[in-house]
């Protein structure tokens, strides 16, 4: 069936440097790639997105990067700040008669140090 | 305010006794689903439905309930509660019309089964 795989399941990164999280899909059929963050005591919230037909996507200090033939997505996080702490999550969509399936991954939790 | 709203948040209660878990939104979206989030797990769909009295099934249904007699609501039950169902529990709703759409979540439901 679907899976997405995502890693690191943990990334430490110092205050103002940059983060960088790797999914992979298996189903190539997918065409919406969407990325979640959940901070403690919240539910998800999207905070980028990418659909098939499209490479790169940035907004401000958040970009996401897809390479359907290698069916490999990242997130980017540049100029890292403490506020950016939180899990993160990948998803990939299928739109199958109406019905769009997401599959998310395990999760990433990024700390970032002072 | 656009929002998904869960209720209890917290909740404990013993093996076999029946809740439910309610979910409401206010943004008129057809689709519907819940989630539980366990440690290394991600986040699992339970169940989903995609319009008023049309449910389905999700990853890990086993041991849960749900309906959808309205559109805004949707309730998840839990007719004997089992330790393993201990778990972080979210309501999702996102407007299925287009293709890859974003998902709102809830605050979740932090549940313990003793």
């Known amino acids: 069936g679907e899976n997405v795989e995502q890693h690191p399941s943990t990334l430490s990164v110092q205050e103002g440097d940059s983060a960088v999280i790797k999914c992979t899909y298996s189903?190539?059929?997918?065409?919406?790639f969407p990325w979640y963050k959940q901070e403690l005591g919240k539910g998800p919230q999207l905070i980028i997105d990418?659909?098939?037909?499209?490479g790169e996507k940035k907004d401000q200090r958040i970009a996401v990067t897809l390479n359907k033939t290698a069916k490999h997505f990242s997130l980017h996080i540049t100029e890292t700040q403490p506020e950016d702490s939180a899990v993160y999550f990948c998803?990939?969509?299928?739109?199958?008669?109406?019905?769009?399936?997401?599959?998310f991954g395990k999760g990433t939790r990024l700390h970032i140090l002072p | 305010e656009a929002q998904v709203t869960q209720n209890p948040r917290y909740l404990i209660t013993v093996t076999g006794k029946k809740l439910t878990v309610t979910c409401s939104q206010n943004?008129?979206?057809?689709?519907m689903s819940w989630y539980r989030q366990d440690p290394g797990l991600g986040l699992r769909q339970i169940y989903y439905?995609?319009?008023?009295?049309?449910?389905d099934k999700g990853d890990v249904p086993e041991g849960y309930k749900v309906s959808r007699k309205e559109k805004r609501n949707f309730p998840l039950i839990l007719e004997s509660p089992s330790p393993n169902q201990t778990s972080l529990y979210f309501c999702?709703?996102?407007?299925?019309?287009?293709?890859?759409?974003?998902?709102?979540f809830g605050q979740g439901t932090r549940l313990t089964v003793v």
């Open positions: 943004m008129n979206h057809e689709y």
């Open positions: 999702a709703s996102s407007d299925r019309q287009s293709r890859g759409t974003e998902a709102f």
């Open positions: 439905s995609m319009n008023v009295e049309v449910t």
């Open positions: 990418i659909r098939s037909n499209v």
């Open positions: 998803a990939a969509s299928i739109w199958v008669n109406r019905d769009d399936k997401i599959i």
């Open positions: 189903d190539s059929a997918s065409n919406y």
